[in-house]
């Protein structure tokens, strides 16, 4: 790989973190750069999931003193679930492909991106109330299909905690970005020890992700969160129409 390629890497990285950050679909501006470098699909797909690690630690270095003003415990049992969920479906891919969930994926995202949109009305037919047992229950297999499949995890999850919880957008998209990072992290952890990565190739668009994390918080509080669910939602839609046409 040239040193131009890795410049890519980096610079794609930053789109990656920013998109990632934003919309939750980082792995549509990572995965085709990986491919364009020259890495094999299988190559490419061990090799974006230890990049896009970055994203979370991009975003928890800008945002630390929201998760700080949180509790500790709520959290370090948020992350453990994240850890096992991305462990598990990690495990899953190795041992049985993704040919099934290649074919439930479109529907699922669908149905996220659609919740999403109407995240506002739902949370007030429960009355407004957390439901935060309902929420890790979630949280889990959650974590689980970010370890395995990845596409439109972060859609999905923000979906869930906006109808679930009483967590404003711009919290649960910082909890999101650490927790599918901690996800991606157990996941990389199988894949390292059993998958081909490029290293080099890992460690640029890492970089890349972590600025783009970093930037993605102060992007964030320029749009309204109204426009920004529906931006997400949108995106959400054409993730879930370009997978069913694959």
Request: net charge positive.
């Amino acid at each position: 790989m040239t040193i131009t390629d890795l410049l890519l890497l980096v610079v794609a990285g930053v789109g990656t973190g920013l998109i990632g950050y934003l919309t939750g679909l980082a792995s549509l501006v990572s995965f085709p750069s990986l491919l364009a470098v020259g890495l094999s699909p299988v190559a490419a797909n061990v090799t974006n999931t230890l990049g896009l690690i970055g994203i979370g630690l991009g975003a928890t270095t800008r945002s630390a003193r929201l998760l700080r003003g949180r509790g500790r415990r709520d959290l370090l049992v948020q992350v453990t679930i994240a850890l096992l969920g991305g462990l598990a479906g990690a495990v899953l891919l190795l041992l049985g492909g993704n040919a099934v969930f290649a074919r439930v994926v479109p529907w699922l995202v669908a149905l996220a991106s659609v919740a999403l949109l109407l995240s506002p009305r739902l949370r007030a037919l429960r009355g407004g109330t957390d439901s935060r047992t309902a929420a890790l229950i979630a949280l889990f297999p959650l974590c689980v299909y970010g370890g395995y499949f990845g596409a439109g995890a972060g859609v999905m999850y923000l979906a869930t905690m906006l109808v679930l919880t009483s967590e404003g957008l711009h919290v649960s998209m910082i909890l999101r970005s650490v927790l599918l990072g901690v996800s991606n992290l157990a996941a990389s952890v199988v894949f390292v020890s059993f998958g081909p990565v490029d290293w080099p190739a890992a460690i640029a668009l890492g970089v890349g992700c972590v600025a783009g994390g970093n930037l993605g918080p102060v992007v964030q509080r320029l749009i309204p969160p109204a426009v920004l669910r529906v931006i997400v939602a949108l995106c959400g839609v054409g993730l879930a129409v370009w997978l069913a046409a694959r």
